[in-house]
Protein backbone atom coordinates (compact mmCIF):
# COMPACT_ATOMS: atom_id res chain seq x y z
CA UNK A 1 0.00 0.00 0.00
CA UNK A 2 3.13 2.29 0.64
CA UNK A 3 4.55 1.45 -2.54
CA UNK A 4 1.15 2.43 -4.11
CA UNK A 5 1.20 5.62 -2.60
CA UNK A 6 4.52 6.48 -3.52
CA UNK A 7 3.86 5.74 -7.21
CA UNK A 8 0.77 8.10 -7.27
CA UNK A 9 3.12 10.98 -5.64
CA UNK A 10 5.63 10.38 -8.38
CA UNK A 11 2.76 10.02 -11.34
CA UNK A 12 1.54 13.27 -10.06
CA UNK A 13 4.40 15.29 -9.22
CA UNK A 14 5.66 14.16 -13.01
CA UNK A 15 2.24 15.29 -14.29
CA UNK A 16 2.60 18.63 -12.69
CA UNK A 17 6.22 18.98 -13.70
CA UNK A 18 5.15 17.91 -17.64
CA UNK A 19 2.41 20.53 -18.09
CA UNK A 20 4.43 23.45 -16.15
CA UNK A 21 7.54 22.56 -19.04
CA UNK A 22 5.15 22.20 -21.91
CA UNK A 23 3.84 25.95 -21.50
CA UNK A 24 6.99 27.49 -19.36
CA UNK A 25 8.25 30.81 -21.22
CA UNK A 26 11.58 30.87 -20.30
CA UNK A 27 13.21 33.94 -19.19
CA UNK A 28 16.80 35.12 -19.76
CA UNK A 29 18.91 37.42 -21.90
CA UNK A 30 17.04 38.01 -25.78
CA UNK A 31 20.38 37.38 -28.01
CA UNK A 32 19.89 39.66 -30.66
CA UNK A 33 23.25 39.83 -31.96
CA UNK A 34 23.49 35.69 -32.35
CA UNK A 35 19.89 36.15 -34.24
CA UNK A 36 21.51 38.91 -36.20
CA UNK A 37 24.51 37.09 -37.43
CA UNK A 38 22.50 33.54 -37.82
CA UNK A 39 20.19 35.20 -40.22
CA UNK A 40 23.20 36.93 -42.08
CA UNK A 41 24.79 33.29 -42.34
CA UNK A 42 21.38 31.51 -43.70
CA UNK A 43 20.27 34.41 -46.06
CA UNK A 44 23.98 35.60 -47.85
CA UNK A 45 24.80 32.36 -49.44
CA UNK A 46 21.08 32.39 -50.82
CA UNK A 47 21.20 35.76 -52.11
CA UNK A 48 24.71 34.86 -53.53
CA UNK A 49 23.33 32.05 -55.55
CA UNK A 50 20.06 34.49 -56.79
CA UNK A 51 22.72 37.10 -57.85
CA UNK A 52 25.09 34.48 -59.68
CA UNK A 53 21.17 33.29 -61.53
CA UNK A 54 21.74 29.56 -59.13
CA UNK A 55 19.44 29.73 -56.84
CA UNK A 56 20.34 26.17 -55.88
CA UNK A 57 23.55 26.36 -55.22
CA UNK A 58 22.53 29.20 -53.01
CA UNK A 59 20.38 26.99 -51.23
CA UNK A 60 22.98 24.37 -50.84
CA UNK A 61 25.15 27.44 -49.31
CA UNK A 62 22.92 27.95 -46.61
CA UNK A 63 23.68 24.51 -45.05
CA UNK A 64 26.74 25.95 -44.37
CA UNK A 65 25.59 28.67 -42.25
CA UNK A 66 23.78 26.22 -39.88
CA UNK A 67 27.29 26.23 -38.62
CA UNK A 68 26.90 29.51 -36.68
CA UNK A 69 24.25 28.08 -34.76
CA UNK A 70 26.44 26.23 -32.15
CA UNK A 71 27.96 29.62 -31.40
CA UNK A 72 27.70 29.82 -27.29
CA UNK A 73 29.20 31.45 -24.56
CA UNK A 74 32.84 30.34 -25.18
CA UNK A 75 35.86 32.00 -25.33
CA UNK A 76 37.47 32.81 -28.33
CA UNK A 77 40.28 30.75 -28.21
CA UNK A 78 37.89 27.85 -28.00
CA UNK A 79 35.33 29.05 -30.62
CA UNK A 80 38.06 29.61 -33.10
CA UNK A 81 38.68 25.68 -32.98
CA UNK A 82 35.37 24.34 -32.38
CA UNK A 83 33.55 26.58 -35.07
CA UNK A 84 35.60 25.89 -37.74
CA UNK A 85 35.49 21.58 -37.27
CA UNK A 86 31.83 22.04 -37.14
CA UNK A 87 31.70 23.93 -40.50
CA UNK A 88 34.54 21.09 -41.72
CA UNK A 89 31.75 18.47 -40.30
CA UNK A 90 29.22 19.51 -41.63
CA UNK A 91 30.68 20.33 -45.37
CA UNK A 92 32.12 17.22 -45.22
CA UNK A 93 28.55 15.30 -44.32
CA UNK A 94 27.18 17.15 -47.22
CA UNK A 95 29.89 15.61 -49.68
CA UNK A 96 29.55 11.96 -48.01
CA UNK A 97 25.73 12.19 -48.01
CA UNK A 98 26.11 12.90 -52.08
CA UNK A 99 28.07 9.79 -52.20
CA UNK A 100 25.97 7.43 -50.43
CA UNK A 101 22.43 9.36 -51.44
CA UNK A 102 21.93 6.28 -53.43
CA UNK A 103 22.67 3.46 -51.17
CA UNK A 104 19.78 3.67 -48.82
CA UNK A 105 20.94 0.57 -46.73
CA UNK A 106 24.70 3.21 -46.00
CA UNK A 107 22.19 6.13 -45.71
CA UNK A 108 20.56 4.24 -42.73
CA UNK A 109 23.58 2.88 -41.29
CA UNK A 110 25.61 6.35 -41.56
CA UNK A 111 22.62 8.12 -39.64
CA UNK A 112 23.37 6.01 -36.87
CA UNK A 113 26.57 6.53 -36.59
CA UNK A 114 26.22 9.98 -36.71
CA UNK A 115 23.46 10.46 -33.94
CA UNK A 116 25.89 8.17 -31.88
CA UNK A 117 29.00 10.56 -32.51
CA UNK A 118 27.95 13.27 -32.51
CA UNK A 119 26.29 12.87 -29.21
CA UNK A 120 28.59 11.19 -27.43
CA UNK A 121 31.70 14.47 -28.60
CA UNK A 122 29.28 16.55 -27.38
CA UNK A 123 28.93 14.71 -24.25
CA UNK A 124 32.28 13.82 -23.24
CA UNK A 125 33.49 16.96 -23.64
CA UNK A 126 30.46 19.00 -22.36
CA UNK A 127 30.17 21.20 -26.02
CA UNK A 128 27.07 23.38 -25.80
CA UNK A 129 24.88 23.42 -28.89
CA UNK A 130 22.37 21.49 -30.66
CA UNK A 131 25.03 18.42 -31.19
CA UNK A 132 23.81 16.33 -33.72
CA UNK A 133 20.49 18.14 -35.34
CA UNK A 134 21.92 19.98 -37.92
CA UNK A 135 24.79 17.44 -38.99
CA UNK A 136 22.19 14.90 -39.33
CA UNK A 137 20.09 17.66 -41.32
CA UNK A 138 23.34 18.17 -43.61
CA UNK A 139 24.03 14.35 -44.57
CA UNK A 140 20.02 13.69 -44.76
CA UNK A 141 18.95 16.39 -46.69
CA UNK A 142 21.48 15.83 -49.85
CA UNK A 143 19.49 11.96 -50.23
CA UNK A 144 16.65 14.35 -51.86
CA UNK A 145 18.99 15.89 -54.15
CA UNK A 146 19.66 14.48 -57.53
CA UNK A 147 22.64 11.35 -57.07
CA UNK A 148 25.27 12.44 -58.48
CA UNK A 149 28.69 11.56 -56.72
CA UNK A 150 30.65 13.64 -59.62
CA UNK A 151 28.89 16.62 -57.39
CA UNK A 152 30.49 15.65 -54.23
CA UNK A 153 33.84 18.12 -54.07
CA UNK A 154 31.66 21.01 -55.73
CA UNK A 155 28.76 21.24 -53.18
CA UNK A 156 31.98 20.49 -50.20
CA UNK A 157 33.39 23.54 -51.25
CA UNK A 158 30.29 25.74 -51.14
CA UNK A 159 29.13 24.36 -47.59
CA UNK A 160 32.14 24.76 -46.64
CA UNK A 161 32.80 28.03 -48.08
CA UNK A 162 29.45 29.02 -46.21
CA UNK A 163 30.54 27.45 -42.78
CA UNK A 164 33.98 29.60 -43.12
CA UNK A 165 31.49 32.25 -43.44
CA UNK A 166 29.67 32.04 -40.50
CA UNK A 167 32.97 31.24 -38.56
CA UNK A 168 34.35 34.62 -39.87
CA UNK A 169 31.15 36.41 -38.52
CA UNK A 170 31.49 34.43 -34.87
CA UNK A 171 34.74 35.50 -34.45
CA UNK A 172 33.87 39.26 -35.23
CA UNK A 173 33.65 40.35 -31.31
CA UNK A 174 36.80 39.17 -30.45
CA UNK A 175 38.28 42.44 -32.05
CA UNK A 176 36.29 44.82 -29.61
CA UNK A 177 35.86 42.51 -26.23
CA UNK A 178 38.33 39.34 -26.61
CA UNK A 179 37.66 37.97 -23.46
CA UNK A 180 34.07 38.38 -23.15
CA UNK A 181 33.43 34.65 -21.93
CA UNK A 182 36.64 35.08 -19.46
CA UNK A 183 35.09 37.83 -17.93
CA UNK A 184 31.50 36.80 -17.58
CA UNK A 185 32.81 33.79 -16.26
CA UNK A 186 35.18 35.41 -13.44
CA UNK A 187 31.88 38.02 -12.08
CA UNK A 188 29.63 34.78 -12.22
CA UNK A 189 32.52 32.90 -10.05
CA UNK A 190 32.48 36.73 -7.25
CA UNK A 191 28.21 36.68 -7.35
CA UNK A 192 28.19 32.78 -6.47
CA UNK A 193 30.95 33.73 -3.53
CA UNK A 194 28.72 36.93 -2.78
CA UNK A 195 25.58 35.19 -2.42
CA UNK A 196 27.44 32.15 -0.56
CA UNK A 197 28.23 34.36 1.99
CA UNK A 198 25.02 35.54 2.69
CA UNK A 199 23.64 32.27 3.60
CA UNK A 200 22.73 31.92 7.56
CA UNK A 201 22.38 28.21 7.88
CA UNK A 202 23.61 25.00 7.49
CA UNK A 203 20.96 24.24 5.07
CA UNK A 204 21.30 27.35 2.99
CA UNK A 205 25.69 26.68 3.30
CA UNK A 206 25.25 23.29 1.57
CA UNK A 207 22.79 24.53 -0.80
CA UNK A 208 24.73 27.07 -2.50
CA UNK A 209 28.01 25.59 -2.20
CA UNK A 210 27.10 23.43 -5.04
CA UNK A 211 26.80 25.94 -7.06
CA UNK A 212 29.71 27.71 -6.23
CA UNK A 213 31.69 24.53 -6.69
CA UNK A 214 29.91 24.36 -10.61
CA UNK A 215 31.20 28.20 -11.38
CA UNK A 216 34.59 27.42 -9.98
CA UNK A 217 34.72 24.57 -12.12
CA UNK A 218 33.60 26.26 -15.26
CA UNK A 219 36.34 29.01 -14.42
CA UNK A 220 39.23 26.20 -14.57
CA UNK A 221 37.78 24.36 -17.63
CA UNK A 222 37.71 28.20 -19.29
CA UNK A 223 41.31 29.34 -18.38
CA UNK A 224 42.81 26.05 -19.74
CA UNK A 225 42.14 27.07 -22.83
CA UNK A 226 44.55 30.25 -22.73
CA UNK A 227 44.00 33.27 -24.41
CA UNK A 228 43.53 33.84 -28.22
CA UNK A 229 47.08 35.21 -29.95
CA UNK A 230 47.75 36.78 -27.15
CA UNK A 231 46.14 39.75 -27.95
CA UNK A 232 45.36 42.14 -24.64
CA UNK A 233 47.19 39.46 -22.76
CA UNK A 234 47.21 41.91 -19.31
CA UNK A 235 43.86 41.51 -19.48
CA UNK A 236 44.15 37.92 -19.36
CA UNK A 237 46.45 37.30 -16.88
CA UNK A 238 44.33 40.00 -14.10
CA UNK A 239 41.33 37.70 -14.94
CA UNK A 240 43.09 34.42 -14.59
CA UNK A 241 44.61 35.44 -11.18
CA UNK A 242 41.45 36.44 -10.09
CA UNK A 243 40.03 33.09 -11.11
CA UNK A 244 42.79 31.70 -8.82
CA UNK A 245 41.77 34.22 -5.87
CA UNK A 246 38.20 33.25 -6.00
CA UNK A 247 39.25 29.27 -4.94
CA UNK A 248 41.58 31.32 -2.16
CA UNK A 249 38.08 33.01 -1.20
CA UNK A 250 35.84 30.35 -1.13
CA UNK A 251 38.08 28.08 1.16
CA UNK A 252 38.53 31.16 3.60
CA UNK A 253 34.51 31.37 3.87
CA UNK A 254 34.22 27.77 4.46
CA UNK A 255 36.70 27.96 7.27
CA UNK A 256 34.95 31.08 8.57
CA UNK A 257 31.92 29.43 8.48
CA UNK A 258 33.05 26.34 10.35
CA UNK A 259 34.94 28.19 13.12
CA UNK A 260 32.41 30.93 14.18
CA UNK A 261 29.64 28.38 13.36
CA UNK A 262 27.47 31.39 12.53
CA UNK A 263 26.67 33.78 9.36
CA UNK A 264 29.32 36.22 7.79
CA UNK A 265 28.28 39.60 8.32
CA UNK A 266 26.74 41.15 5.81
CA UNK A 267 29.92 43.40 5.12
CA UNK A 268 31.44 40.49 3.85
CA UNK A 269 28.88 39.49 1.05
CA UNK A 270 28.52 43.87 0.23
CA UNK A 271 32.38 44.22 -0.51
CA UNK A 272 32.31 40.61 -2.54
CA UNK A 273 29.89 41.96 -4.80
CA UNK A 274 31.79 45.37 -4.79
CA UNK A 275 34.47 42.93 -6.83
CA UNK A 276 32.11 41.40 -9.28
CA UNK A 277 30.76 45.17 -10.26
CA UNK A 278 34.40 46.01 -10.61
CA UNK A 279 35.69 43.21 -12.80
CA UNK A 280 34.10 44.06 -16.13
CA UNK A 281 35.72 47.66 -15.62
CA UNK A 282 39.33 46.58 -15.31
CA UNK A 283 41.92 48.35 -17.42
CA UNK A 284 45.41 46.95 -17.81
CA UNK A 285 47.40 49.76 -16.66
CA UNK A 286 45.73 49.55 -13.60
CA UNK A 287 44.16 52.54 -13.26
CA UNK A 288 41.35 53.74 -10.97
CA UNK A 289 40.44 52.85 -7.53
CA UNK A 290 37.54 50.64 -5.75
CA UNK A 291 37.12 53.44 -3.33
CA UNK A 292 34.53 51.43 -1.10
CA UNK A 293 35.16 52.27 2.52
CA UNK A 294 34.35 49.51 4.77
CA UNK A 295 31.49 49.78 6.88
CA UNK A 296 32.76 49.76 10.78
CA UNK A 297 34.81 47.12 11.75
CA UNK A 298 33.94 44.01 10.42
CA UNK A 299 37.41 42.32 10.51
CA UNK A 300 37.00 41.07 14.17
CA UNK A 301 37.18 37.47 14.27
CA UNK A 302 37.39 36.81 10.49
CA UNK A 303 40.95 38.41 10.17
CA UNK A 304 42.14 35.89 7.34
CA UNK A 305 39.00 36.23 5.62
CA UNK A 306 39.24 40.43 5.99
CA UNK A 307 42.79 39.73 4.08
CA UNK A 308 42.24 37.71 1.75
CA UNK A 309 39.11 40.05 0.23
CA UNK A 310 41.21 43.11 0.71
CA UNK A 311 44.13 41.20 -1.27
CA UNK A 312 41.77 41.02 -4.22
CA UNK A 313 40.50 44.55 -3.61
CA UNK A 314 44.45 45.91 -4.10
CA UNK A 315 45.04 43.52 -6.68
CA UNK A 316 42.32 44.54 -8.75
CA UNK A 317 43.63 48.37 -9.24
CA UNK A 318 47.22 47.21 -9.02
CA UNK A 319 49.52 47.21 -12.50
CA UNK A 320 50.68 43.97 -13.36
CA UNK A 321 54.09 44.21 -13.31
CA UNK A 322 53.93 45.32 -9.84
CA UNK A 323 51.96 42.44 -8.91
CA UNK A 324 54.18 39.08 -7.48
CA UNK A 325 51.55 36.38 -8.37
CA UNK A 326 52.02 33.68 -10.67
CA UNK A 327 49.96 32.78 -12.92
CA UNK A 328 49.01 28.89 -12.68
CA UNK A 329 47.86 27.87 -16.08
CA UNK A 330 45.11 24.80 -14.91
CA UNK A 331 45.34 22.08 -17.15
CA UNK A 332 43.09 19.96 -19.21
CA UNK A 333 41.59 16.89 -18.57
CA UNK A 334 42.69 14.32 -20.78
CA UNK A 335 40.80 14.18 -24.15
CA UNK A 336 41.82 10.67 -24.46
CA UNK A 337 41.01 9.75 -20.84
CA UNK A 338 37.34 11.07 -21.09
CA UNK A 339 36.70 9.34 -24.58
CA UNK A 340 38.39 6.00 -22.58
CA UNK A 341 36.45 6.20 -19.93
CA UNK A 342 33.49 7.25 -20.83
CA UNK A 343 33.21 4.04 -23.66
CA UNK A 344 31.61 1.96 -20.13
CA UNK A 345 28.20 0.81 -19.74
CA UNK A 346 27.90 2.98 -16.66
CA UNK A 347 28.79 5.82 -17.80
CA UNK A 348 25.64 8.04 -18.75
CA UNK A 349 26.61 9.91 -22.11
CA UNK A 350 27.99 6.39 -23.16
CA UNK A 351 23.97 5.13 -22.97
CA UNK A 352 22.18 8.38 -24.50
CA UNK A 353 24.19 8.09 -27.55
CA UNK A 354 24.24 4.60 -27.98
CA UNK A 355 20.66 5.17 -27.59
CA UNK A 356 20.49 8.01 -29.97
CA UNK A 357 22.56 6.60 -32.80
CA UNK A 358 20.18 3.12 -32.90
CA UNK A 359 16.64 4.90 -32.90
CA UNK A 360 18.12 7.33 -35.80
CA UNK A 361 18.85 4.12 -37.66
CA UNK A 362 15.28 3.14 -37.03
CA UNK A 363 13.33 6.41 -38.07
CA UNK A 364 15.65 6.59 -41.10
CA UNK A 365 15.02 2.72 -41.87
CA UNK A 366 11.05 3.58 -41.43
CA UNK A 367 11.17 6.73 -43.61
CA UNK A 368 13.30 5.14 -46.41
CA UNK A 369 10.74 2.05 -46.45
CA UNK A 370 7.37 3.93 -46.65
CA UNK A 371 6.70 6.72 -49.19
CA UNK A 372 7.46 9.93 -47.50
CA UNK A 373 7.63 12.91 -50.03
CA UNK A 374 10.93 14.10 -48.02
CA UNK A 375 12.39 10.86 -46.05
CA UNK A 376 14.72 12.95 -44.53
CA UNK A 377 12.39 15.09 -42.56
CA UNK A 378 11.28 12.18 -40.44
CA UNK A 379 15.01 10.70 -39.09
CA UNK A 380 15.25 14.82 -38.54
CA UNK A 381 12.36 15.34 -36.47
CA UNK A 382 13.61 12.34 -34.74
CA UNK A 383 16.85 13.76 -33.28
CA UNK A 384 15.56 17.03 -32.51
CA UNK A 385 13.21 15.53 -30.36
CA UNK A 386 15.45 13.09 -28.80
CA UNK A 387 18.02 16.30 -28.62
CA UNK A 388 16.47 15.98 -24.77
CA UNK A 389 18.32 13.57 -22.55
CA UNK A 390 15.27 12.44 -20.98
CA UNK A 391 11.62 11.05 -21.32
CA UNK A 392 10.65 13.96 -20.19
CA UNK A 393 12.18 16.33 -22.53
CA UNK A 394 11.93 14.38 -25.42
CA UNK A 395 7.86 14.38 -24.99
CA UNK A 396 7.96 17.87 -24.57
CA UNK A 397 9.66 18.40 -27.68
CA UNK A 398 7.56 16.04 -29.47
CA UNK A 399 4.50 17.49 -28.09
CA UNK A 400 5.78 21.14 -28.78
CA UNK A 401 7.23 20.15 -32.36
CA UNK A 402 4.12 18.60 -33.55
CA UNK A 403 1.61 21.79 -32.80
CA UNK A 404 4.32 24.20 -33.69
CA UNK A 405 4.53 22.46 -36.99
CA UNK A 406 1.10 22.42 -37.44
CA UNK A 407 0.74 26.42 -36.85
CA UNK A 408 4.22 26.81 -38.97
CA UNK A 409 2.44 25.29 -42.06
CA UNK A 410 -0.44 27.43 -41.56
CA UNK A 411 2.00 30.80 -41.45
CA UNK A 412 4.07 29.07 -44.54
CA UNK A 413 0.80 28.66 -46.92
CA UNK A 414 -0.30 32.29 -45.88
CA UNK A 415 3.09 33.40 -46.77
CA UNK A 416 3.12 31.13 -50.38
CA UNK A 417 -0.25 32.47 -51.17
CA UNK A 418 1.71 35.81 -52.18
CA UNK A 419 4.03 33.90 -54.32
CA UNK A 420 7.48 35.74 -53.27
CA UNK A 421 10.37 35.05 -54.95
CA UNK A 422 13.91 35.73 -55.88
CA UNK A 423 15.23 38.49 -53.12
CA UNK A 424 11.85 38.69 -51.05
CA UNK A 425 12.86 34.73 -50.31
CA UNK A 426 16.01 35.57 -49.07
CA UNK A 427 14.85 38.47 -46.78
CA UNK A 428 11.82 36.33 -45.73
CA UNK A 429 14.34 33.62 -45.12
CA UNK A 430 16.67 35.96 -42.94
CA UNK A 431 13.86 37.34 -41.04
CA UNK A 432 12.60 33.83 -40.21
CA UNK A 433 15.53 32.43 -39.10
CA UNK A 434 16.54 35.70 -36.85
CA UNK A 435 13.21 35.34 -35.48
CA UNK A 436 13.63 31.83 -34.51
CA UNK A 437 16.76 32.66 -32.62
CA UNK A 438 14.99 34.85 -30.81
CA UNK A 439 12.29 32.11 -29.43
CA UNK A 440 14.35 29.23 -28.76
CA UNK A 441 15.73 30.38 -25.72
CA UNK A 442 12.20 31.10 -24.59
CA UNK A 443 9.69 27.62 -26.16
CA UNK A 444 10.33 25.44 -28.11
CA UNK A 445 6.95 25.21 -29.75
CA UNK A 446 7.83 29.14 -30.74
CA UNK A 447 10.78 27.22 -32.85
CA UNK A 448 8.91 25.04 -34.74
CA UNK A 449 6.18 27.59 -35.87
CA UNK A 450 9.07 29.52 -37.69
CA UNK A 451 11.51 26.74 -38.65
CA UNK A 452 8.09 25.61 -40.74
CA UNK A 453 7.59 28.40 -43.01
CA UNK A 454 10.86 28.59 -43.83
CA UNK A 455 11.62 25.17 -44.74
CA UNK A 456 8.33 25.01 -46.91
CA UNK A 457 9.34 28.02 -48.43
CA UNK A 458 12.59 27.22 -49.53
CA UNK A 459 11.35 23.67 -50.51
CA UNK A 460 8.29 24.99 -52.73
CA UNK A 461 11.02 27.37 -54.65
CA UNK A 462 13.28 24.76 -55.38
CA UNK A 463 10.60 22.12 -56.27
CA UNK A 464 7.99 22.56 -58.64
CA UNK A 465 6.36 19.22 -59.64
CA UNK A 466 4.76 19.23 -56.01
CA UNK A 467 2.28 21.48 -54.72
CA UNK A 468 2.55 23.40 -51.60
CA UNK A 469 -0.64 21.75 -49.78
CA UNK A 470 1.29 18.31 -50.78
CA UNK A 471 4.47 19.63 -49.26
CA UNK A 472 2.89 20.88 -46.08
CA UNK A 473 0.86 17.53 -45.41
CA UNK A 474 4.04 15.50 -46.07
CA UNK A 475 5.74 17.64 -43.55
CA UNK A 476 3.32 17.34 -40.34
CA UNK A 477 2.97 13.65 -41.10
CA UNK A 478 6.98 13.18 -41.08
CA UNK A 479 7.31 15.02 -37.84
CA UNK A 480 4.54 13.29 -36.20
CA UNK A 481 6.07 9.94 -37.27
CA UNK A 482 9.41 11.20 -36.58
CA UNK A 483 8.48 12.20 -32.98
CA UNK A 484 6.83 9.32 -32.28
CA UNK A 485 9.51 7.64 -32.76
CA UNK A 486 11.73 9.78 -30.80
CA UNK A 487 9.51 9.33 -27.91
CA UNK A 488 9.30 5.33 -28.59
CA UNK A 489 12.48 4.54 -29.24
CA UNK A 490 13.45 6.88 -25.66
CA UNK A 491 10.85 5.64 -23.69
CA UNK A 492 11.65 1.85 -24.47
CA UNK A 493 15.35 2.17 -24.04
CA UNK A 494 16.09 4.78 -21.80
CA UNK A 495 13.09 5.07 -19.20
CA UNK A 496 15.33 4.45 -16.08
CA UNK A 497 18.94 4.35 -17.64
CA UNK A 498 19.92 6.79 -15.40
CA UNK A 499 18.30 6.43 -11.87
CA UNK A 500 19.51 2.75 -11.97
CA UNK A 501 23.21 3.48 -12.42
CA UNK A 502 23.31 6.00 -9.60
CA UNK A 503 24.26 3.29 -7.09
CA UNK A 504 26.83 2.35 -8.76
CA UNK A 505 28.24 5.78 -9.56
CA UNK A 506 28.43 6.42 -6.60
CA UNK A 507 30.27 3.77 -5.64
CA UNK A 508 32.84 3.80 -8.35
CA UNK A 509 33.46 7.68 -7.53
CA UNK A 510 34.33 6.85 -4.20
CA UNK A 511 36.29 4.23 -5.41
CA UNK A 512 38.40 6.43 -7.30
CA UNK A 513 38.75 8.70 -4.27
CA UNK A 514 40.15 5.62 -2.24
CA UNK A 515 43.04 5.03 -5.15
CA UNK A 516 43.87 8.73 -5.52
CA UNK A 517 44.15 8.99 -1.55
CA UNK A 518 46.31 5.22 -1.75
CA UNK A 519 48.56 7.37 -4.08
CA UNK A 520 49.10 10.48 -2.26
CA UNK A 521 50.86 8.47 0.86
CA UNK A 522 54.50 7.66 0.56
CA UNK A 523 54.82 7.29 -3.43
CA UNK A 524 53.57 10.80 -3.82
CA UNK A 525 56.95 11.79 -1.54
CA UNK A 526 58.97 11.18 -4.24
CA UNK A 527 57.57 13.58 -6.75
CA UNK A 528 56.04 10.90 -8.80
CA UNK A 529 52.97 12.79 -9.44
CA UNK A 530 52.03 11.48 -13.00
CA UNK A 531 49.69 8.90 -11.56
CA UNK A 532 48.85 11.21 -9.04
CA UNK A 533 47.40 13.49 -12.05
CA UNK A 534 45.88 10.74 -13.89
CA UNK A 535 43.59 9.64 -10.83
CA UNK A 536 42.64 12.97 -10.46
CA UNK A 537 41.52 13.72 -14.15
CA UNK A 538 39.92 10.18 -13.67
CA UNK A 539 37.78 11.12 -10.40
CA UNK A 540 37.00 14.39 -12.18
CA UNK A 541 35.61 12.62 -15.12
CA UNK A 542 33.69 10.05 -12.32
CA UNK A 543 32.08 13.07 -10.40
CA UNK A 544 30.87 14.44 -13.43
CA UNK A 545 29.39 11.49 -14.81
CA UNK A 546 27.35 11.04 -11.86
CA UNK A 547 26.66 14.70 -11.74
CA UNK A 548 25.17 14.02 -14.95
CA UNK A 549 22.86 11.02 -14.42
CA UNK A 550 21.51 12.89 -11.39
CA UNK A 551 19.98 15.60 -13.69
CA UNK A 552 18.69 12.74 -16.11
CA UNK A 553 16.94 11.05 -13.52
CA UNK A 554 15.29 13.94 -12.46
CA UNK A 555 13.87 14.10 -16.13
CA UNK A 556 12.68 10.22 -15.35
CA UNK A 557 9.17 9.14 -15.97
CA UNK A 558 7.83 8.87 -13.19
CA UNK A 559 10.23 11.53 -11.25
CA UNK A 560 10.77 10.07 -7.83
CA UNK A 561 11.15 13.19 -6.47
CA UNK A 562 11.35 12.14 -2.75
CA UNK A 563 14.19 9.96 -3.34
CA UNK A 564 16.61 11.91 -5.60
CA UNK A 565 16.11 14.84 -2.75
CA UNK A 566 17.66 12.07 -0.30
CA UNK A 567 20.38 11.51 -2.97
CA UNK A 568 20.96 15.11 -3.29
CA UNK A 569 22.92 15.75 -0.31
CA UNK A 570 25.18 12.75 -0.99
CA UNK A 571 26.47 13.88 -4.36
CA UNK A 572 26.96 17.71 -3.03
CA UNK A 573 28.82 16.50 -0.21
CA UNK A 574 31.06 14.20 -2.54
CA UNK A 575 31.34 17.30 -5.09
CA UNK A 576 33.31 19.19 -2.50
CA UNK A 577 35.23 16.28 -1.59
CA UNK A 578 36.54 15.94 -5.00
CA UNK A 579 36.89 19.62 -4.99
CA UNK A 580 39.01 20.14 -1.67
CA UNK A 581 40.81 16.31 -3.27
CA UNK A 582 41.28 18.59 -5.85
CA UNK A 583 43.26 21.23 -4.49
CA UNK A 584 45.29 18.98 -2.05
CA UNK A 585 46.93 17.49 -5.04
CA UNK A 586 47.27 20.78 -7.43
CA UNK A 587 49.03 22.97 -4.45
CA UNK A 588 50.79 19.63 -3.38
CA UNK A 589 49.71 20.20 0.35
CA UNK A 590 49.49 16.30 0.48
CA UNK A 591 52.80 16.35 1.05
CA UNK A 592 52.35 17.85 4.53
CA UNK A 593 50.06 15.01 5.54
CA UNK A 594 50.68 11.97 7.50
CA UNK A 595 50.50 8.61 5.97
CA UNK A 596 48.63 7.44 8.60
CA UNK A 597 46.10 9.86 8.28
CA UNK A 598 45.46 9.52 4.60
CA UNK A 599 45.14 5.60 5.59
CA UNK A 600 41.97 6.82 8.19
CA UNK A 601 40.75 8.53 5.42
CA UNK A 602 40.45 5.44 2.69
CA UNK A 603 39.59 3.17 5.52
CA UNK A 604 36.08 5.49 6.17
CA UNK A 605 35.94 5.82 2.37
CA UNK A 606 35.99 2.04 1.83
CA UNK A 607 33.40 1.28 4.82
CA UNK A 608 30.85 3.68 3.04
CA UNK A 609 31.11 1.93 -0.54
CA UNK A 610 30.91 -1.43 1.53
CA UNK A 611 27.47 -0.13 3.17
CA UNK A 612 26.50 0.88 -0.64
CA UNK A 613 27.37 -2.24 -2.18
CA UNK A 614 25.73 -4.39 0.48
CA UNK A 615 22.62 -1.82 0.71
CA UNK A 616 23.30 -1.04 4.32
CA UNK A 617 22.97 1.99 6.49
CA UNK A 618 26.91 2.90 7.71
CA UNK A 619 27.77 1.32 11.15
CA UNK A 620 30.87 1.86 11.54
CA UNK A 621 31.92 5.82 11.41
CA UNK A 622 35.47 7.15 11.62
CA UNK A 623 35.46 10.74 12.43
CA UNK A 624 38.29 12.52 11.59
CA UNK A 625 40.37 15.21 12.67
CA UNK A 626 43.41 16.00 10.53
CA UNK A 627 45.11 19.39 11.27
CA UNK A 628 46.39 19.50 7.94
CA UNK A 629 43.37 19.25 6.01
CA UNK A 630 40.13 20.55 8.62
CA UNK A 631 38.21 21.18 5.83
CA UNK A 632 38.20 17.77 4.30
CA UNK A 633 37.95 15.89 7.43
CA UNK A 634 34.61 18.13 8.29
CA UNK A 635 33.38 17.06 4.87
CA UNK A 636 34.17 13.36 5.00
CA UNK A 637 32.65 13.43 8.74
CA UNK A 638 29.38 15.01 6.78
CA UNK A 639 29.02 12.34 4.54
CA UNK A 640 29.71 9.30 6.90
CA UNK A 641 26.41 10.84 8.63
CA UNK A 642 24.69 10.98 5.99
CA UNK A 643 25.41 7.59 5.15
CA UNK A 644 24.68 6.56 8.01
CA UNK A 645 21.10 7.44 7.67
CA UNK A 646 20.59 6.68 3.97
CA UNK A 647 20.80 3.43 2.03
CA UNK A 648 21.46 4.57 -1.66
CA UNK A 649 19.63 1.37 -3.45
CA UNK A 650 16.58 1.58 -1.57
CA UNK A 651 15.88 4.86 -2.05
CA UNK A 652 16.00 4.36 -6.07
Not at 297 to 315: M, N, R, V, W
Not at 556 to 583: A, N, Q, R, T, Y
Not at 589 to 603: A, G, P, R
Request: charged fraction near 20%.
Amino acid sequence: MKEKNIDKTDFKYTANLILKQLFEFRKGPTPWTKAFFAGLCASLPLLAGILMGDFGLGLLGGIGGFTYLYVFNETYAVRAKKIFMVALTISFLVGLGTIAAQYTWLVILILGIIGFTATFIFGVFRIPGPAAIFFVLSFTITTSMPADPSQAPLRFLVVFASGMLAWALSMIGWFKAPYKAEIKAVEDMYESLASFSEAKNLDGINSRRHSVVEYLRTGKEIFSSGPLLNKDKGMYDRLAILNQYADELFLELLESYFNKGAGIPESFSKRIREIKFRIRSIEVNGEGRIGIEPAGDFSQGYEKLSECIKEIEEFIDTPLENIDREIILTSKTSGRLKIMSAFDKNFIVFANSLRYGLVLSLSALIAFTLPFTRPYWVPLSCAAVMFGSTIMTTFNRAFLRSVGTIIGTLIATLILSFEPAGLAIAAINMLLTMITELVVVRNYALVAVFITPNALMLADAVTKDVSTSQFAEARILAIVVGSLIGLSGTFIIGRKSASGRLPVLVSNLIKTNIELFENLKSSGRGHDLKSILHLKERMEIDLENLRLAYSTALGEIPVKKESLEMMWPVISSLSHICFLLGKLVERRDFMEVQDKDLISITEALEEITKSIEADELLADMKLLDITEMPKLSREMNHLQEMMSMIKIKAVI
